[in-house]
């Protein structure tokens, strides 16, 4: 499997980007919509078209960063927000950041990485993080693909990852992911194709339902 930049800038060129929501996570949306102080310093890593940092922005969080390895993800950004600060948007890989932050939002990030690489992204969030400072998100309880994105996994396995660095806080299933999908991926000829799903709450392929398939986590640092 490919999971250079050529090949994930090749699948943004091309649209063929079938995980993208298109608007904020539901679940993310209603963290977001809690939080009280606009001088946190956000990181969303591996954001692609990042609907998370467009919503945190025009809502006042000025102070939001996305790093990823597609230029034409990051146009897409500067395109639908034309006043977000040119600077907190990165082109490059997250395994190279330096910075320090109070908060990372973790979306669709952990299970694009090869499985391989995800003790260094454990060690590399628990080093980007401040003191007492928190790492968010959602993650696939179900172990999805073996062979190319998105890699799934369990809560025994992300215990494991994570207790050396973080503590735990918080690990539960998440109910209000997005759900009512109309459409599903299918990995036809080598391409993500939309297929017009028979059951809206239904991940088909796997048999699992959108719902479950999302762990709310948060993970703060030690």
């Known amino acids: 499997m490919d999971l250079s930049a050529k090949a994930w ?36 890593p591996g954001g692609g078209n990042s609907y998370e940092v467009e919503y945190l922005f025009n809502r006042g969080f000025t102070n939001v960063f996305v790093i990823d390895l597609s230029k034409t993800a990051i146009d ?26 109070d908060l990372i939002i973790e979306q669709t990030f952990f299970c694009a990485i090869h499985p391989s690489l995800r003790s260094q992204y454990v060690v590399k969030m628990n080093q980007l993080l401040l003191p007492k400072g928190k790492l968010v998100g959602l993650l696939f309880n179900v172990p999805l693909h073996k062979d190319r994105p998105p890699f799934g996994g369990n809560k025994k396995e992300y215990m494991k990852w994570f207790q050396s660095y973080f503590s735990i806080q918080k690990m539960e299933a998440c109910y209000n992911s997005f759900g009512n999908r109309a459409f599903y991926t299918e990995r036809v000829n080598g391409k993500d194709s939309m297929i017009v799903n028979a059951d809206t709450n239904l991940q088909v392929g796997s048999g699992y339902q959108q719902i479950d398939i999302l762990q709310k986590f948060i993970y703060k640092q030690y």
């Open 76 to 101: 897409n950004i500067k395109k639908r927000v034309p006043s977000f600060p040119k600077s907190q948007l990165i082109l490059g890989n997250f395994f190279d950041l330096i910075g320090s932050f």
């Open 9 to 44: 800038e090749h699948r943004y060129v091309t649209n063929d980007i079938g995980w993208d929501l298109g608007q904020v996570s539901p679940a993310l949306k209603k963290y977001f919509d809690q939080l009280t102080n606009k001088e946190l310093k956000i990181l969303i």
